[in-house]
């Protein structure tokens, strides 16, 4: 049977008339008759007998009705999934990122996506550097977004904005005109990083020859020493965006500490609208978040 002639039938069934069938799907009563006679005439037998005036479904038609009637809700389930294909409306994604970028940058994020009703769901799960390899291999997280963590034959990295690292710290402390040298900034109570931690290691000559007031592993963790006035630290441009004010200031460093935003996703995961949409907006959101403490 012909989609057509579903539909056709399913009104017969409902409407038990040529007319009333007719009305239900705004067509002319001599056309559901002609529907009707191609579609008997298609199966080899008789669908309905005119009873007083009625249509009368005989048992053929009511063994088929049980299948049929099944037809329209799934059809409509499939145009209200093509069009959240089309639109990405209706996505779910599982994201792994950062603490820092989980607490300050991904929220906006989120709301952005929300607000072009793009997502509906998102899972947001915080993991170090090292940890994303795992979660995306692992299908824990569809889509990582971090900082550069090297290369994985089985990862395919997409890279959104090329940054650096940049001090956050008391706005006295410093000269804001004059980029921080290493050992300027470790004139100062600063946080350090764990030895061999990656973000450790990023921070480089400014983790030498250093006695830091707090250790931490995460961006997120330093900027809140700085923002209680306690230490200087050396943090991501994006967790700087949300500290600076209220007596807090972005300091550029003398050493170029480059840092690279990317998204992370299985090799073999094809790119969706969703993922799409999430890559425009980190790269809007980011974008301001530098323009928000240009130096």
Same mark, same amino acid.
């Given at each position: 049977?012909?989609?057509?002639?579903?539909?056709?039938?399913?009104?017969?069934?409902?409407?038990?008339?040529?007319?009333?069938?007719?009305?239900?799907?705004?067509?002319?009563?001599?056309?559901?008759?002609?529907?009707?006679?191609?579609?008997?005439?298609?199966?080899?037998?008789?669908?309905?007998?005119?009873?007083?005036?009625?249509?009368?479904?005989?048992?053929?038609?009511?063994?088929?009705?049980?299948?049929?009637?099944?037809?329209?809700?799934?059809?409509?389930?499939?145009?209200?999934?093509?069009?959240?294909?089309?639109?990405?409306?209706?996505?779910?994604?599982?994201? +792994?990122?950062?603490?820092?970028? *989980?607490?300050?940058?991904? /929220?906006?994020?989120?709301?952005?996506?929300?607000? !072009? %009703? =793009?997502?509906?769901?998102?899972?947001?799960?915080?993991?170090?550097?090292?940890?994303?390899?795992?979660?995306?291999?692992?299908?824990?997280?569809?889509?990582?977004?971090?900082?550069?963590?090297?290369?994985?034959?089985?990862?395919?990295?997409?890279?959104?904005?090329?940054?650096?690292?940049?001090?956050?710290?008391?706005?006295?402390?410093?000269?804001?005109?004059?980029?921080?040298?290493?050992?300027?900034?470790?004139?100062?109570?600063?946080?350090?990083?764990?030895?061999?931690?990656?973000?450790?290691?990023?921070?480089?000559?400014?983790?030498?020859?250093?006695?830091?007031?707090?250790?931490?592993?995460?961006?997120?963790?330093?900027?809140?020493? +700085?923002?209680?006035?306690?230490? *200087?630290?050396?943090?991501? /441009?994006?967790?700087?965006?949300?500290?600076?004010? !209220? %007596? =807090?200031?972005?300091?550029?460093?003398?050493?170029?500490?480059?840092?690279?935003?990317?998204?992370?996703?299985?090799?073999?995961?094809?790119?969706?609208?969703?993922?799409?949409?999430?890559?425009?907006?980190?790269?809007?959101?980011?974008?301001?978040?530098?323009?928000?403490?240009?130096?």
């Amino acid at each position: 049977m012909r989609l057509k002639h579903i539909e056709v039938f399913n009104a017969l069934m409902s409407a038990g008339s040529v007319v009333g069938a007719a009305r239900l799907l705004f067509i002319s009563p001599p056309a559901v008759s002609k529907a009707l006679k191609m579609v008997e005439d298609e199966l080899g037998f008789l669908l309905f007998q005119r009873v007083h005036g009625r249509l009368e479904a005989t048992a053929e038609a009511q063994a088929l009705y049980e299948e049929v009637a099944k037809i329209p809700p799934q059809l409509a389930a499939l145009r209200t999934l093509t069009q959240q294909l089309k639109t990405g409306d209706g996505g779910h994604l599982r994201i +792994a990122t950062l603490p820092a970028l *989980a607490q300050f940058l991904m /929220p906006r994020i989120v709301v952005s996506l929300r607000e !072009r %009703g =793009i997502l509906t769901g998102i899972e947001m799960r915080a993991r170090h550097s090292q940890d994303l390899v795992s979660a995306l291999l692992l299908r824990q997280a569809d889509i990582g977004v971090d900082f550069d963590f090297g290369h994985h034959p089985a990862i395919k990295r997409t890279t959104l904005i090329d940054a650096e690292l940049v001090c956050i710290a008391p706005s006295d402390w410093f000269d804001p005109d004059k980029p921080l040298t290493p050992d300027v900034y470790c004139s100062r109570p600063n946080v350090g990083y764990y030895p061999g931690d990656p973000v450790g290691e990023r921070i480089g000559p400014y983790a030498r020859n250093n006695s830091p007031a707090a250790l931490v592993d995460t961006y997120a963790a330093a900027a809140g020493f +700085a923002r209680q006035g306690l230490a *200087a630290a050396i943090v991501d /441009p994006f967790t700087a965006s949300e500290q600076v004010g !209220r %007596g =807090i200031a972005c300091f550029r460093l003398t050493e170029h500490l480059p840092l690279r935003l990317s998204t992370f996703t299985q090799s073999s995961r094809p790119t969706s609208i969703a993922d799409a949409a999430l890559h425009a907006c980190l790269q809007e959101t980011a974008n301001r978040a530098l323009q928000a403490i240009a130096l």
